[in-house]
Structure formats: C-alpha cells, structure tokens
C-alpha cells in the first residue's frame, strides 16, 4: 500500500533537546504534509512541502524532502513539553484524488 | 482559519444500535470530506471520501452498508455506523478540504466510539 513508514516509532527527548522524525513512502507524490495530534484529539497541520521543494522552514520546524529517496523528515529544535505528542507525516495520491494516506506516525515524549 | 467540528465526542451504545457521527465545516464550504479510523496507537485508515450531492467513494475493505455516509450540503457530513459491534469501537475522525484555498486538512476533533 501507499501507507507511509515512519520512524522511530517512538521517540523520548529531554526539553531543549531537538528531536527529529523520518517518513519514507512509495509512490510519486505531488506534495506531503506533516500533521500533529494530541492524545484523543483530531489532526493539525504543521507544514507542507512540494515535490519540487527541498527543504521548508515554519518557526521551529524544519522539513526536509528527497524525492529520489521517497523520504522525509521532520525536524523540532529547541522541544518543548508542550511538543508532545503524535506526528504524521502524510502523501497524497495522484491523480487529483485529493486523498491522503497517512504514515504509521511517530509519537514524540518531551520530558522536562 | 478553516474549522472543522465534529460530534459526538464521544458515544457509548449498545450493540446492534446505530450512531451517527456529524462532520460540520463552519467557515467554509467542503465539497470533500474524509473519514478515517484510528486504533489506539496507529496510523490513521482512510475508510470513505464523502462528496457533496454524491456517492460516497469507498476504500477497499470498507463495508458500505456498514459505514453509511452522507454529505447532503457543503457544511455537513454524516457518518453512520450501523449495527454496531464491539469490534466496531475505534476514534472516527473527519476531514474536509478547503477547495481554491489550501491543499492541506482541516480535521474534527474526533469521536471515540464505544460499543458493549
């Protein structure tokens, strides 16, 4: 399937330190999308990137993109408590689908 | 910025009752909507896209009849499960794009489905 692999799986930091998530999938894609979620709560965006970018910057994340790889990453400098939680990385089918498969996630732990 | 709302937050039926989960966009209009289940510590599933005035497309493996959808305006969709089971209990959450504005998500905040 199209599912996007995301490692670690899991991911334990101290406050301060930076942490950083990789997606891989398998298929060409238009762009990808990173999302954040919180414990039993929905889905929000953090940042999109686009087949023919490379690297984005918003705030403190930091994304990057190989396409030639079928990888990104997902990087948070400076983490904070408040950082914790789940992060997906998601890719969106061809053909104007407007679909997206999301990646099995990596579930980030700040600890103060 | 788009929101998204979605209710219940959270259901406990009875198994063989019926739940319905609604899927409202409240400053856009959303000719797509995305529903997905998520087991504790996974990934999200895309079950069904939902299209305004339409049939919902559904993805393999999803029983239709099981997982009726309904999108009858641009602010709402509508997920049913029918017949519920316990094997059915998981965290339902919608999406919905925001056509012309933005190619990213706009998600609820998700209903966490309990059947005994």
């Known amino acids: 399937s199209q599912q996007g692999e995301e490692d670690p799986q899991a991911l334990s930091i101290q406050e301060g330190e930076n942490a950083t998530m990789n997606c891989s999938y398998k298929?060409?894609?238009?762009?990808l999308q990173w999302y954040r979620q919180n414990s039993g709560r929905g889905l929000v965006h953090l940042i999109l990137?686009?087949?023919?970018?490379r690297e984005k910057h918003s705030g403190r994340l930091r994304v990057t993109l190989d396409t030639s790889k079928k990888s990104s990453s997902l990087l948070i400098t400076a983490s904070r408590a408040a950082d914790t939680a789940s992060y997906f990385c998601?890719?969106?089918?061809?053909?104007?689908?407007?679909?997206?498969?999301f990646g099995t996630g990596t579930r980030l732990k700040v600890l103060a | 910025g788009a929101v998204v709302s979605q209710h219940p937050s959270r259901v406990i039926c009875k198994s063989g009752t019926s739940v319905k989960i609604e899927c409202r966009s409240l400053?856009?209009?959303?000719?797509?909507m995305f529903w997905y289940r998520q087991f504790p510590k996974q990934s999200l599933m895309l079950m069904a896209t939902?299209?305004?005035?339409?049939?919902?497309?559904?993805e393999q493996g999803v029983e239709k009849d099981k997982f009726l959808i309904n999108h009858a305006s641009l602010t709402l969709s509508t997920l049913t499960v029918t017949s519920a089971h316990p094997e059915d209990s998981s965290f339902y959450i919608c999406?919905?794009?925001?056509?012309?504005?933005?190619?990213?998500?706009?998600f609820g905040s998700g209903t966490q489905l309990s059947v005994l």
């Open positions: 999406s919905a794009r925001a056509p012309g504005l933005t190619e990213k998500l706009f």
């Open positions: 298929t060409s894609i238009n762009n």
């Open positions: 990137i686009r087949s023919n970018e």
């Open positions: 998601a890719t969106d089918l061809p053909r104007g689908t407007y679909k997206y498969i």
């Open positions: 400053d856009f209009q959303a000719t797509t």
């Open positions: 939902s299209n305004e005035g339409s049939k919902a497309t559904y």
